[in-house]
């Protein structure tokens, strides 16, 4: 039977052997799934409770996974943990919740929930862990409501934490991530979903998960120009210094009712060398729970840095970023939720990379908190 463990110390010993965290030799020719494995629904450890897990990345010195929470302090202060799991060739046996580490303030402090403080509040998504300067790097959405009752407007952010949570640096963002109440800049909910280091942890990409108003429309069932951009920021000075056009693919299935709630966008990004990506799309529409979830392989080669064009609406990109689908979870005939992070893992006893998914249940009863193991195929 799979098991959920609670541990403050515990020593494992993996079935794979220890490998450098970050690229792959080659660029992966397919990924073939193992298993997947269900974390219960309001499983409770180190005092708070486990969902809404929207990013993973993976420590190979400690032989440690983080993943981020993406709870805005509703249910406990904002945070991420540190797991261990246990995993072989065929199956992932135990997951082990370490620790609940608070994502703290310039402060000091904790992050108040919206009913405290909705300017303060994080909106968390993303997680790198950087082992060069063992920091990790988070992400928060910011937030924007502009209704006839109530105007609140966040802007998003990237902050540098140490393993403990406590609070170093947050980026510089280039003014159009900035939020506004009015239609122009990021969307609500489409902003700063996924990230990943490159070029030997110098750079960090992150990426927007929808378009800004000035690039576009959303994504449709039809296909059309869905503009999204992803930003280059060198991590030392934490400035970007380039940003990319990539194009989404139409929603995956028409909503029930017709009209009703559909989206799709970029929940997480991954570098896998050689100038590459792996970019996942997730799209969801009312009336179907799944999820269809692609993961894209990108090249960044040859793309032009579109950071001087204020509208991808009106000035198309001439070289946005090239894509080419790698997997269709959907082709897999399992049922796949609201997956938001994925990062390379340890080598398999057969020594081929691992590549790990998670889902976001959003501390709902009817969605799933998922782990999904895959072997990489170069």
């Known amino acids: 039977m799979k098991s959920i463990i609670v541990a403050c110390f515990v020593f494992v010993i993996y079935a794979c052997s220890p490998t450098k965290r970050g690229t792959l030799q080659v660029a992966p020719s397919s990924l073939r799934l193992i298993d997947v494995y269900d974390i219960p629904y309001q499983f409770y450890s180190q005092q708070t409770t486990v969902g809404g897990l929207s990013g993973i990345d993976f420590d190979s010195v400690q032989q440690i996974f ?5 709870d805005r302090s ?34 000091g402090q904790p992050y108040p929930s919206s009913k405290e403080n909705p300017q303060q509040t994080p909106d ?15 992400t928060s959405e910011g937030e924007r ?22 609070y170093i640096r947050s980026f510089s963002l280039p003014d159009n991530l900035r939020m506004s109440a009015q239609e122009k800049g990021p969307r609500r909910n489409g902003v700063l979903e996924g990230a990943t280091f490159t070029n030997n942890y110098q750079n960090i990409l992150v990426s927007l998960e929808e378009p800004r108003y000035e690039d576009g429309e959303q994504a449709k069932l039809e296909p059309h120009d869905a503009w999204v ?3 280059k920021f060198n991590v030392s000075k934490g400035k970007a210094v380039a940003q990319y056009a990539y194009k989404l693919d139409p929603v995956a299935y028409a909503p029930n009712p017709p009209g009703s709630f559909m989206v799709n966008g970029i929940p997480d990004i991954m570098d896998i060398g050689n100038n590459k990506l792996l970019v996942m799309e997730r799209s969801f529409s009312t009336g179907r729970l799944a999820c269809t979830i692609k993961i894209f392989m990108v090249d960044l080669n040859d793309a032009e840095d579109i950071s001087s064009i204020n509208s991808l609406k009106n000035n198309p990109p001439q070289k946005p970023l090239r894509k080419k689908l790698l997997l269709n979870l959907d082709e897999l005939g399992i049922y796949t939720d609201n997956v938001e992070g994925m990062c390379l893992g340890p080598r398999l006893k057969n020594g081929k990379r691992s590549l790990w998914m998670i889902a976001d249940n959003n501390f709902s009863a009817l969605e799933k908190s998922q782990l999904f193991l895959f072997e990489v195929n170069e």
């Open 66 to 70: 983080y993943t981020i929470s993406d």
């Open 74 to 107: 509703a249910l406990q202060p904002a945070r991420f943990y540190s797991m261990k799991i246990l995993f072989s060739d065929n199956k992932i046996d135990t997951v082990l919740f370490q620790q609940a580490i608070t994502l703290q303030q310039p402060n």
């Open 124 to 138: 968390p998504e993303a997680i790198r862990y950087n082992p060069i300067k063992k920091q990790l790097v988070w």
């Open 145 to 166: 409501i502009v209704t006839a009752k109530d105007t609140v407007i966040a802007d998003p952010s990237i902050q540098v934490v140490d393993r403990t949570g406590k």
């Open 229 to 231: 951009r992803l930003y």
